[in-house]
């Protein structure tokens, strides 16, 4: 059987993210299971329909990207009680037809979400909201277990780096889910 492919997409740009950390955590613990894909997307353009035909060659890779994945995990960091506008953005390129016979590359797509903060709500309210788009997409959402890591600052040794200590067999967890959710839809 083929090896399952995932695609990361951390909604963050920032190096040291929590949640580029959480989602090279997962990529560990998934070890030799599946491709495991961080998606670099920092060199997409705003979405502007005077640019969108034909789509600029970074847009294009993501949707390669995307289009040849088995699942894709979203680590969602909370902006405002929302998921940043860079995933939106992305988002949006991915949501739109690629030709007028090639339909968008999200639709029918297992979805897991996962985010961490440094408050109290562990990204939350951000994930409800991405949610609601990604269902609106057409995505096979994984809705349960999710996964909302609170308190980011207890979780990191004097360098910054996240140790996941506590939440450590909660990724496990959801590593397994959604190893799972997949390969019952290959
Ligand atoms: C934040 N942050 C934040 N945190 C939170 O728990 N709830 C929130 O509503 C917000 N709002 C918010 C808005 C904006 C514009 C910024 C830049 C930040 C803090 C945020 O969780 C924190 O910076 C995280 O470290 C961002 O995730 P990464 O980059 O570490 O993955």
Do not use: C
């Not at 939106?88 to 590359?105: A, F």
């Not at 910054?160 to 290959?186: R, T």
């Amino acid at each position: 059987m083929k090896k399952i492919k995932i695609s990361a997409i951390v909604g963050s740009l920032r190096k040291d993210s929590f949640n580029r950390q959480l989602a090279l955590a997962a990529k560990e613990l998934i070890g030799d299971r599946a491709v495991f894909n961080l998606l670099e997307y920092q060199d997409i353009p705003l979405m502007n329909q005077d640019i969108e035909f034909p789509a600029p060659e970074s847009v294009k890779r993501v949707r390669e990207e995307v289009k040849s994945s088995d699942g894709i995990w979203f680590f969602t960091p909370e902006y405002n009680h929302f998921f940043p506008g860079v995933l939106k953005n992305l988002i949006d390129w991915l949501s739109r037809p690629v030709s007028d016979n090639e339909p968008q590359v999200l639709a029918g797509k297992p979805a897991a979400i996962s985010g961490i903060s440094p408050g109290m709500s562990g990204t939350g309210l951000a994930q409800d909201h991405l949610v609601t788009l990604i269902s609106f997409l057409n995505m096979n959402v994984m809705n349960v277990p999710r996964l909302t890591i609170p308190n980011a600052m207890q979780q990191l040794d004097s360098d910054g780096k996240l140790l996941l200590k506590s939440s450590y067999p909660y990724l496990e967890n959801q590593v397994n889910a959604f190893l799972d959710f997949i390969a019952k839809q290959m």
